[in-house]
């Protein structure tokens, strides 16, 4: 009934395009982290100049640049094998119990970085075990090997100790990345990878918990498992590891390289549910895709956009995990790329669409910076419509649910005790305004916009109707949000 009378009284301004919708007073998710993950564009971005890498490290981990809450360090498998040097990281590993922790400095530089500036949360994620632990030897197309699984969780537990030791807050550890996958033949592999098979995911999970247990590590840092390509495994491979070993797991970590419907998300979800009841979802590690905000043309693929088009899409896809699927934590994969797919020095027409690049970045680099000394960053529009989210889901920060026949999935409101955030996207190609009303008295402060011609801009904040809600315009292809404070004005 509120809703309608709202509505009534702004028909006036914008007849075919108001819609309503209440906030609600009773939470859904409370939010942990918005991040993405340090592999292996460090190993360009250390050769930058100082200044270049102090500049990324303040665009992705400062609240004036993404204000992301959690980064995912790679811990390098020694890129045995690999046949792509920038996807090869170094190793810690020398032996059992005997470290080189001066190795790896590209890493270490941004995980540091990263600590510097405040971020909380690091999860330490393996792709590989290093060849002394793998069955091949290598650090890609070969598997984890049983009866090693003390040996595996010594190792980790010893790494994340020792990050733990220069006051970086790791707070999860994630043993293995889409285990059901070797990862290509050493020689010709393309990235890290270690198979590990789903009956021999809960000795790796033991192992890990047993080391971190021994240094007195097993509450201060969670265990992340499977980091399974697409959440579709779940039914059949979750109920092979995860009953025996469920204390042992904080979360369950997965992808969504499927790019799932909405109904495949919630089924995968549910899954999980039926298997380990309380035990929440997080989506980890996601990139690579064409399409649109509407949500047409997702799926995992090369090619690059680096336009409002398709950082709506990846805009889309964020709604999907933190309002369809109720998820506290979302990581992007690479957040700095030099896959552009073109000559931004010799062609003007660079930073556009073509089929050869990824959309795995938020922030580009040159390709061929080493020969021709091009250091400048190339910023999507992908980075913009991700601060909308770094900058305002805080950990802590609570989803409230949007209520009324008009909400769509791509509408929040992120509550703290002082303010509501309220991120809106219209991925339409006509202009709306959404009329909202609050459980409780707010005053309207700021808001800023992401379109095809802006940037994070500042835009006018809410405005006030005399019924007592608030006029919010979603200008065509944007993503807004509007900020309130939880006080009179
Ligand atoms: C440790 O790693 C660094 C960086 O790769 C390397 O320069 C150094 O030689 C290594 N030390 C040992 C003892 O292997
Ligand atoms: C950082 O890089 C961005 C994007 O290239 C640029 O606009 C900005 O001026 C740079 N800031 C500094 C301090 O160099
Ligand atoms: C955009 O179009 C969809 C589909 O017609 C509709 O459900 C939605 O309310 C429209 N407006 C916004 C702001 O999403």
């Not at 400048?376 to 305002?392: M, Q, R, V």
Request: charged share 10%; with cysteine.
């Amino acid at each position: 009934m509120l809703a309608v009378v709202f509505a009534a009284s702004v028909l006036a301004i914008s007849p075919a395009s108001v819609t309503a919708a209440i906030v609600s007073s009773t939470p859904a998710q409370t939010f942990l982290a918005i991040g993405g993950s340090g592999a292996w564009w460090p190993n360009h971005a250390f050769n930058f100049p100082e200044a270049v890498r102090q500049n990324i490290s303040t665009l992705l981990f400062s609240q004036s640049g993404l204000g992301l809450s959690s980064y995912r360090f790679n811990v390098g498998g020694g890129g045995v094998g690999v046949a792509t040097p920038a996807h090869a990281p170094q190793t810690f590993y020398v032996s059992p119990g005997v470290y080189n922790f001066s190795a790896d400095p590209q890493g270490m530089y941004f995980l540091q970085a990263a600590a510097a500036h405040g971020v909380p949360s690091f999860t330490a994620f393996v792709n590989s075990a290093p060849p002394g632990l793998t069955s091949n030897g290598a650090s890609c197309g070969g598997s984890f090997v049983s009866g090693t699984g003390e040996a595996f969780g010594e190792y980790l537990a010893d790494v994340v100790a020792h990050l733990r030791s220069l006051n970086i807050n790791v707070d999860f550890v994630s043993p293995m990345n889409e285990p059901d996958d070797a990862f290509g033949t050493p020689g010709t592999c393309t990235q890290e990878g270690m198979q590990v098979a789903a009956d021999q995911r809960a000795e790796v999970i033991n192992g890990v918990f047993n080391a971190l247990e021994n240094r007195g590590l097993s509450t201060s840092v969670g265990i992340l498992a499977d980091e399974a390509w697409s959440g579709s495994l779940a039914t059949s491979e979750l109920p092979t590891w995860l009953p025996s070993v469920e204390d042992k797991v904080a979360a369950i970590a997965h992808h969504i390289y499927d790019f799932p419907s909405d109904a495949s998300y919630a089924s995968f979800v549910d899954s999980v549910k039926s298997v380990a009841p309380g035990k929440a979802t997080w989506m980890s590690d996601i990139c690579c895709s064409l399409g649109t905000g509407t949500g047409t043309g997702r799926g995992y693929t090369q090619g690059f956009d680096p336009t409002i088009d398709n950082a709506l899409m990846f805009s889309g896809i964020m709604f999907q995990s933190l309002v369809l699927a109720n998820e506290p934590v979302y990581d992007f994969w690479t957040l700095v790329s030099a896959s552009i797919g073109c000559s931004p020095l010799n062609d003007a027409t660079c930073f556009t669409p073509n089929s050869v690049g990824w959309n795995d970045g938020l922030i580009y680099l040159d390709p061929d910076y080493a020969t021709n000394n091009n250091f400048n960053l190339y910023i999507a529009k992908h980075f913009w419509t991700f601060k909308h989210f770094g900058n305002f889901i805080k950990p802590g920060s609570v989803r409230m649910p949007l209520e009324g026949p008009d909400v769509r999935q791509w509408m929040m409101a992120v509550s703290t005790p002082s303010t509501y955030n309220v991120i809106l996207m219209n991925p339409n190609t006509t202009d709306s305004t959404l009329t909202l009303s609050f459980p409780d008295t707010v005053c309207p402060v700021s808001a800023f916009r992401t379109s095809g011609t802006e940037d994070f801009a500042t835009v006018a904040k809410a405005n006030k109707v005399p019924a007592g809600a608030f006029l919010l315009p979603l200008k065509s292809m944007s993503l807004t949000t509007y900020t309130f404070d939880r006080a009179a004005c």
